[in-house]
């Protein structure tokens, strides 16, 4: 039974296909259940800037790893993977068609391959992460003396990786770039899987992007933020998602209010263009207009 999989930017319309495959496949009688492949429409709480589907959406089609964590809880790759294969066995031992949508290039691949994480250690980690925390310039200056390939691979501001790197080259004494982990290998798991990718150009990409930031703040970012801080103390993955990262700048006093939208819309399009690299070094993703992919997987 094949395994079908939408994914793409941010923006890109994803969502709005799948949703429209999943329908034509069921009106023609091949049962279809969507599994959210993202790390942030997983928590409950976390609708406006996650852009999830809707209730009423969710009513009419079966979605899978939608609302099934709490904010406080932390969830890693190999963590969504577990999560994610027990779901597509479960939606292929009902007979029908798993439709996988996602824009992360890494929970994408930690599924749908045999990727190897490299070990953890949460003592290890929060003791980098002490050591570093008001220093990420200087974290990714120490990973590059240490593992430049590593450290040319990471952004020097996006101190979370920078530190995982450096978790694995203290856990295992051996460069986290030369991690023998399977990326360099595109192959599935699933032999039956069909991937389909959607790129809109960027001057529609980056419109989008903006009119969807604006869009979050409008429907009560701020105010969903307030209401998720209150719940007590969130996952160092809920609180990096974004735009919530960005609502509780403001709520802390360190960003205007004014500026929310085009602060949660720059960061958008900067994730939005390492998503793009992602998927274009992958050999089975070739951009496709939406109306062709929709064509293409409803006869699928």
Not at 12 to 35: D, M, Y
Not at 96 to 103: D, F, I, K, S
Not at 262 to 283: G, H, N, V
């Amino acid at each position: 039974m094949t395994v079908l999989a939408v994914v793409g930017p941010t923006a890109s319309g994803k969502s709005a296909a799948a949703v429209e495959i999943a329908r034509a496949r069921v009106a023609a009688g091949r049962p279809t259940e969507v599994v959210a492949v993202d790390a942030f429409t997983v928590y409950r709480g976390m609708d406006i800037a996650t852009a999830k589907p809707t209730t009423a959406v969710r009513a009419e089609l079966p979605h899978h790893l939608v609302d099934v964590l709490a904010p406080h809880e932390q969830l890693t790759a190999a963590g969504f993977r577990r999560l994610a294969r027990q779901t597509i066995d479960g939606v292929r031992a009902r007979g029908a068609t798993p439709l996988l949508v996602g824009g992360s290039g890494l929970y994408f691949r930690a599924v749908v391959d045999p990727l190897a994480f490299p070990p953890t250690d949460p003592a290890v980690r929060a003791a980098i992460e002490r050591r570093w925390a008001d220093d990420p310039t200087g974290a990714h200056a120490h990973l590059a003396a240490r593992d430049p390939d590593a450290a040319a691979r990471i952004e020097p501001g996006n101190l979370r990786r920078t530190v995982r790197a450096l978790e694995v080259i203290e856990l295992t004494g051996t460069s986290f770039s030369g991690f023998d982990d399977g990326f360099e290998r595109y192959e599935s798991i699933y032999l039956d899987l069909e991937v389909g990718y959607l790129e809109p150009d960027p001057a529609t990409l980056r419109d989008r992007i903006d009119r969807r930031a604006a869009a979050m703040v409008e429907q009560g970012l701020l105010d969903e933020a307030r209401r998720l801080r209150g719940t007590g103390a969130l996952s160092r993955t809920a609180a990096q998602a974004i735009g919530y990262a960005e609502a509780f700048m403001v709520l802390d006093g360190r960003l205007a209010e004014e500026q929310l939208a085009p602060a949660i819309a720059r960061r958008t399009w900067r994730y939005a263009k390492r998503q793009r690299s992602w998927f274009r070094a992958d050999p089975r993703c070739t951009a496709e207009e939406a109306g062709e992919l929709i064509a293409r997987f409803t006869a699928a």
